[in-house]
């Protein structure tokens, strides 16, 4: 009954490859996020989306860009990959009318850069 | 610069014992506070929240206390159990200066609790 659903949940790519992580949500929620999980730095904000086409950078937004072209799917692109985008991966929901200011965060996508 | 730390990486406790995690926040401009729990190859969940308009919040074995003169939140577990044991992280939401904050929250670096029967 998962409202939000990340693809892939694992990747191992090699440096220079463009690599797209999925999010897929059914909540209908207006907000959508993606961050990066590292040991010491906790969750980092890379992207958001305020709406459909609305997107905006986080903290960390260097080498990726994200698009979203339906409520449902928000997508992360790594134009080039590189080592330091190793990392696990996290896409979550909010809608502050719908269901207040907490987050639904997915499963996590791991992606290894060799 | 992080604006919110969590100083301790790790905890450990004793099953039925308290549990405290602390969290410090540099921006004044975070006025709503939560805390997320994650197990390993999971997302995280959420806990419990609060408002800057409150110090205290309780839920069940759950109670966050915010001193906002302190920048300083922490949460409570009691009475801790072994299923407590996870990575807890705990998160801030705060407008820009035009106001908008778009649900955007900024988290700390975590602490691993663990619980030892």
């Known amino acids: 009954d998962a409202g939000i659903t990340q693809s892939p949940r694992h990747k191992v790519t090699e440096t220079g490859t463009p690599v797209t992580l999925r999010c897929h949500q059914t909540?209908?929620?207006?907000?959508m996020y993606w961050y990066r999980q590292d040991p010491g730095h906790g969750l980092r904000l890379i992207h958001y989306?305020?709406?459909?086409?609305?997107?905006d950078k986080g903290e960390v937004s260097d080498g990726y860009s994200v698009s979203r072209s339906k409520t449902e799917d928000f997508l992360l692109t790594l134009e080039s990959a590189t080592s330091s985008q190793t990392s696990v991966y996290f896409c979550?929901?909010?809608?502050?009318?719908?269901?207040?200011?907490?987050?639904?965060f997915g499963s996590g996508t791991r992606l290894t850069v060799v | 610069d992080q604006q919110v730390k969590q100083n301790s990486p790790s905890l450990s406790v004793q099953e039925g014992r308290i549990s405290i995690l602390n969290c410090d926040y540099t921006?004044?401009?975070?006025?709503?506070f939560l805390w997320y729990k994650k197990y390993p190859a999971e997302g995280p969940t959420f806990l419990i929240s609060?408002?800057?308009?409150?110090d205290k919040n309780e839920d069940g074995r759950f109670t966050v206390f915010l001193n906002k003169s302190a920048k300083h939140l922490s949460l409570h577990i009691v009475p801790s159990q072994p299923g407590d044991s996870a990575v807890y992280f705990c998160a801030a939401l705060g407008s820009d200066a035009g106001g908008t904050s778009y649900g955007k929250l900024t988290f700390g670096q975590g602490t691993i609790l663990t619980v030892h029967p």
């Open positions: 909540e209908n929620h207006r907000y």
């Open positions: 609060i408002s800057s308009i409150k």
């Open positions: 921006n004044s401009m975070f006025d709503y």
């Open positions: 989306s305020y709406g459909v086409k609305d997107t």
């Open positions: 979550a929901i909010s809608d502050p009318v719908l269901t207040g200011y907490g987050y639904t």
